[in-house]
């Protein structure tokens, strides 16, 4: 029986995979949020194989085929927030009620001095510059922008226009006005008729300068006015609004609701009260916290709704936030201030505000906040 030796089987040397990694944005966020990235890896030698080519491709397919699903998992979706809210210096001794954007600049009014009244004027909501009108003394109550204009009203009786929110023109208005919008190449204001109810209680005008009175069908009290989708849209406290297409025929509505200052944006009437409305007709009522704020003033900037308000008795919480115009929530400041009116513009939301001080003086200020993620 002859003897042969026992075969020695070579075992060819296994190569174990580099480490490699793969940075994916997560992809399911909601539309409404900004996703962030995470990093998957596998480590070195998870993989073997005959080659090192081999052994990467493993590990390049577990990247390929987990990675993203890893970042989905493991990403985060971003959900846009206001704040915090920023004081800014400001000249003291002025009260302002409304502000504005228009061409570049904020201008806010209502300040008044001696025999004078002012404007504040700012480029970037931050540094701002006060600006005698030249016109005399008058409690300007509102301000907006259109056609190249800045135009204010007054309690008094009167409007002032302006190309560049330095010069100042004053004009008669036929009644006392509260709050002034522009839209479809009007400016439409409505009056100040809190104690004295009457019929022709709406001015139109082009210019700011001359104006046209136009009647409503019933006695109400008026509260705020803007305008979007194509019309006018005046609100009540009667349960009713009034809707107009052109500024000067107007048609009442029921609402079965009360409703006060009113802003469009994105497709929806909101107003102080935190009611919503794709056609101003029908309303519904959003969810808020803090009900003992009297809200005061609403806008619209960079997919955020923002409105803010007033009570000297409740906390530091008078504005509040939303992203669809009908779920609210508090955008706290450090501050126990009053906040009287809110614009957007220059992606910056300004707020012309006040707070009283120690020994009662009450101090007037211009709080800013940036809607970001």
């Not at 990403?75 to 003291?92: D, E, M, Q």
Request: hydrophobic letters at 35%.
């Amino acid at each position: 029986m002859g003897y042969y030796p026992r075969r020695r089987v070579m075992v060819g040397k296994m190569f174990g995979n580099v480490q490699m990694s793969v940075t994916l944005t997560r992809n399911n966020c909601p539309s409404d949020t900004k996703p962030t990235q995470a990093t998957y890896t596998v480590p070195a030698d998870t993989y073997k194989a005959k080659t090192q080519l081999a052994a990467n491709n493993l590990a390049q397919a577990d990247l390929n085929a987990n990675g993203q699903a890893y970042a989905n998992t493991y990403g985060s979706c971003l959900v846009k927030t206001l704040g915090p809210w920023t004081l800014r210096a400001t000249p003291s001794g002025y009260v302002w009620s409304s502000v504005c954007y228009g061409n570049g600049q904020f201008v806010a009014v209502g300040g008044s001095s001696g025999t004078e009244s002012y404007v504040m004027t700012s480029t970037d909501g931050i540094n701002w510059t006060l600006r005698p009108t030249g016109l005399g003394l008058y409690s300007w109550v509102s301000i907006c922008y259109g056609n190249g204009l800045y135009v204010a009203v007054s309690s008094t009786g009167h409007s002032m226009t302006s190309s560049d929110g330095i010069n100042w023109a004053l004009h008669t208005t036929p009644i006392k006005t509260k709050t002034v919008c522009f839209g479809n190449g009007k400016f439409v204001a409505t009056d100040d008729n809190n104690t004295n109810l009457h019929l022709d209680c709406i001015i139109s005008s082009t210019d700011g300068a001359n104006w046209t009175v136009c009647s409503i069908p019933q006695l109400l009290f008026l509260k705020g006015v803007c305008y979007g989708d194509g019309k006018f849209v005046i609100t009540t406290s009667n349960f009713k609004v009034i809707l107009s297409s052109d500024g000067i025929n107007w048609t009442l509505y029921d609402t079965s609701t009360v409703l006060s200052y009113i802003f469009y944006g994105n497709g929806l009437y909101v107003t102080s009260e935190l009611s919503y409305s794709t056609d101003a007709i029908n309303w519904q009522p959003g969810t808020y916290q803090y009900a003992s704020v009297n809200y005061i003033s609403v806008c619209f900037g960079d997919g955020m709704y923002v409105t803010v308000g007033y009570n000297n008795n409740a906390p530091a919480n008078r504005a509040q936030v939303s992203s669809d115009g009908k779920n609210w929530t508090v955008s706290p400041s450090n501050f126990s201030q009053n906040f009287w009116s809110v614009c957007y513009g220059n992606g910056l939301f300004v707020a012309v505000a006040s707070n009283v001080a120690s020994g009662g003086a009450k101090v007037n200020m211009v709080m800013t906040a940036t809607w970001g993620f």
